[in-house]
C-alpha cells in the first residue's frame, strides 16, 4: 500500500488508541517506529485501559513488517524529550515523522469528573491537563524534532486534534485546546516551509479506540462498525508522510476520511469511512 522503508518516526502515546493505531499504520508501510508513553502513572487506570502495552504496540509493529522501538517518556519533562530526540539522532541520524499525539485531558476527566459539565463547575486542573499534554508537550517535541528535520532540508510534523477547535465540542478546555493546536501548527508551518517541513493538524473521525468499544457495552448508539480504526489513522499519515509533494498541505488541517478519498486507500476491514466535515464544522 505504501512503502516508508528507512524512513524513521515517532508516535507520543502510542500505547493504546489512535496513538497505538497511528504507530501501527506507520509500522505496517515498513517504517522504523519509535513509540512513547510513561512508564509509570500517578494514577490507576480503568482495566479496559491496561490490556495494551508499549511492548505490545512495538511487537505489532514488528508483525506488521516495520520496526518497532520502545522509549519510555513523560512528556511534562522537558529534559525526557530532549533524550529522546537525542537518541533517534545517535541510534538514526535522522527523523522523518512526529506525530505529536500525547494527549493527558481524558484520564481524569473520566475518572473524579463530568468531562462535559460546565466550565465553572470543573476544577481549573482540567485545563492544566489538556496543556501540559497536549498542547506544551506537542510545542516541546515538535521544537526538538524540528532542529533535526531543519538539518535535513524534509520532514513531517503532524499534530493530532479533533473538530473541537473549529466549534464547541465537549467542554471549554478541550476546545480551547484543540484550536491552539491548529494555530501552532499553522505556525509552526510558517517557520518551517522554507526548510522543506510539512506540519499538519489531522482531524481523525469516530475512531474505534478501547474507549469507545467499552462504551458500546453499555449504549446501543455507538456504532462501532461505522468508525475508523485507530490504524486508519496511520494509514492516513503513512499516505501523506510518501507523497513527495506534500509540503503544498504545510499549515492546513486535514482530515484522515479525505485524505483515504484523495490516496485511495481502506480501512483495515475495506470500509471507506466518511468525512465529519459537514457533521462538525461548517454549518
Known sequence: MFDLSGKVAVVTGASRGVGRGIALGLGEAGATVYVTGREKREYPLPEFLNRSTLADTAAAINQLGGEGIVHYCDHCDDEAVKTLFERITKEQ????ILVNNAWGGGIHAMSDYFFNTPFWEQPVALWDDHYQVGVRSNYVAGKYAAAQMVKQNSGLIVNISFYGGQRYFNNVAYGVCKATIDRMSEDMAHELKP???TVVSLYPGNVSTEGMVELAKYNEA???????????VG?????????????RETGKILITAELA???GFTDINGNHPESLRSLLWED
Open 235 to 247: 494509514r492516513s499519515i503513512a499516505a501523506l508522510a510518501q507523497d513527495e509533494q506534500r509540503l
Open 195 to 197: 526548510y522543506g517541513v
Open 222 to 232: 455507538v456504532e462501532l462498525s461505522k468508525m475508523e480504526s485507530p490504524q486508519f
Open 261 to 263: 478519498d484523495y490516496y
Open 93 to 96: 541520524g535522522r527523523l522523518d
